[in-house]
């Protein structure tokens, strides 16, 4: 039977550390037991490699604190972001040719199905250059190493590692166990929670199901009559919002009877100190929450998330305060430092928010002459627009919220910070539940 994805909303979870065994209980309902053998053998196998998994991933950790390092030190003596450095790497690699671009998609074409011809183009050349991209970085690093006289120090998963041992040397700076530490938490809670979310679908599945086939009993019914009953055969326009509304309500029914509870302990979500800066934004400054988006706006994934966001903060009056921070990635969009920079002088005359939802929206044509039109077509002082957009110090804000997301762990965007928690799930339900975690109890 379908599981409810909104089943978790109904039960409050108890927050701990992540430590499961097969034979512990996860959850009850209708006089039912789940534990972790009952759930999929998928699951199961996620949370039984997870140790094996943290191993590699805190190894991992440990290269990507190096290269950001290596990559700093680059930066500061060729004067060229780090971003850049990177493109400037990618860029040696050649395009794939079309006949190479027609096998893959020969062989794959009932998996790119649903792509525009133009999009799945796009995702076969960024699949075949994924390999030699990354063995021309790993050149790359490699000679930076030399450059600034990378050591290795005690391995990161040796035991114990105190806080003053040396991880590893970059550039006559060391790096302690306490450092690594630190930048790693936000990676190791990501890796948990991923195996968490796979055992809450499952966990929710089982749950409901079992309220099902307990309901059916006591009914006398089939479930799958019971589910045509109560959803089925309610539906009139037959949209996934409408099925999603009946499922919830029927949920919340069910779970009225048969009280579920869920004892599984998710991991703690870490709470970051998020700087807001002196940065554009929307609300009370007092406001109990505080919502920061790291955004580029050459990124589809942003320009799609935004107005999400938007829409579920606007549910809370006065109680939020909205905050967007610069975080291009130069590696790979060329015009998203420029369009951050249209917008910080679109800020200094006051239209900001409205500046960067024409720049969301004009993702294919963000070169310099697009985004100086874009200032005129909406009334702004062309000239002074300029000025401010060729501003060293313009650029230097926007170096700073990198750095600031750099240190924060950001590796993508869109980022998104509720009150310092990082929001994993990018939907309206999501935003809206996070924003009501963070509201103070009355």
Request: net charge neutral; glycine share 4%.
């Amino acid at each position: 039977m379908r599981p409810l994805f909104v089943f978790v909303f109904l039960i409050i979870l108890s927050l701990a550390a992540f430590a499961q065994k097969p034979e512990d209980v996860l959850g009850t309902a209708a006089g039912r037991s789940i534990k972790l053998a009952d759930l999929s053998p998928e699951t199961q196998q996620a949370v039984s490699s997870l140790p094996t998994r943290r191993f590699g991933t805190r190894s991992a950790i440990l290269d990507q604190m190096v290269s950001q390092r290596l990559l700093d030190a680059e930066a500061k003596v060729t004067g060229i972001s780090a971003g850049k450095l990177i493109a400037a790497e990618k860029a040696k690699v050649a395009n794939p040719t079309d006949a190479q671009i027609k096998e893959v998609y020969d062989a794959n074409q009932k998996a790119l199905a649903e792509s525009t011809p133009e999009q799945a183009r796009k995702q076969i050349i960024a699949y075949l250059r994924r390999e030699p991209e990354q063995q021309i970085l790993g050149a790359f690093f490699a000679k930076l190493k030399t450059k600034f006289k990378y050591t290795a120090g005690k391995p990161v998963n040796s035991t114990p590692l105190a806080a003053a041992d040396v991880v590893a040397t970059v550039n006559g700076v060391p790096i302690t166990a306490k450092e690594y530490e630190e930048f790693a938490a936000v990676a190791l809670y990501e890796l948990n929670a991923d195996v968490a979310d796979l055992i809450m679908q499952d966990l929710n599945e089982a749950l409901y199901n079992a309220m099902i086939e307990e309901e059916a009993k006591a009914l006398k019914m089939e479930p799958s009559a019971l589910l045509a009953r109560e959803i089925t055969n309610k539906l009139k326009d037959f949209s996934n919002e409408e099925r999603a509304n009946l499922e919830i309500a029927f949920s919340k029914t069910l779970a009225a009877k048969y009280k579920p509870a869920i004892t599984y302990k998710y991991p703690d979500p870490i709470v970051q100190k998020i700087s807001v800066d002196d940065d554009p934004a929307i609300g009370p400054a007092n406001a109990p929450v505080t919502v920061v988006m790291f955004s580029d706006f050459q990124c589809p994934a942003c320009a799609a998330t935004h107005p999400v966001l938007k829409k579920a903060i606007e549910a809370f009056p006065g109680k939020v305060r909205f905050v967007v921070r610069d975080f291009p990635l130069e590696s790979i969009h060329a015009n998203a430092f420029n369009a951050a920079r249209a917008a910080s002088a679109a800020n200094a005359q006051g239209k900001f928010f409205e500046y960067g939802e024409f720049l969301y929206k004009h993702q294919d044509a963000l070169d310099t002459p697009s985004l100086l039109k874009y200032a005129a077509e909406m009334g702004l002082n062309v000239k002074q627009f300029e000025i401010d957009f060729n501003s060293e110090k313009t650029a230097a804000e926007i170096r700073k919220d990198q750095a600031d997301g750099d240190s924060y762990v950001i590796n993508s965007t869109p980022t998104i910070f509720v009150n310092g928690v990082r929001i994993r799930d990018l939907s309206f339900e999501s935003f809206k539940a996070a924003i009501e975690r963070a509201l103070p109890k009355q």
